[in-house]
């Protein structure tokens, strides 16, 4: 593996003069990234909810007496 890697920077590497920046030959494909807009609003979420999930249903439990369907605030039972 080493003689791999030393075989492979064994030649020089000479600096291209006045910096200068090579665009590409006559008849190579540039490739741009592609054009987005930043949409307004909301971004979406990062997963989409297949149809073949079952629907949670999200049940309210009392914090105070544990009844199920309300909450502590509408809980109608005498405090202890």
């Known amino acids: 593996m080493a003689d ?3 075989q492979a920077y064994s030649t020089t590497i000479l600096p291209v003069v006045g ?3 090579t ?3 006559e ?3 540039i490739i ?3 054009l987005t807009k930043i949409r307004p609003g909301r971004k979406k ?3 989409i909810e297949s149809q073949a999930d079952p629907d949670a249903v999200t049940l309210y439990r009392c914090s105070r007496c544990r009844g ?3 909450n502590r605030k ?3 039972n005498p405090l202890a």
């Open 4 to 6: 791999l890697y030393r």
């Open 19 to 21: 910096g200068q920046r």
């Open 23 to 25: 665009e590409g030959e």
């Open 27 to 29: 008849g190579d494909i």
């Open 32 to 34: 741009k990234p592609p």
């Open 45 to 47: 979420k990062n997963r």
């Open 68 to 70: 199920i369907g309300y």
């Open 74 to 76: 509408t809980c109608r």
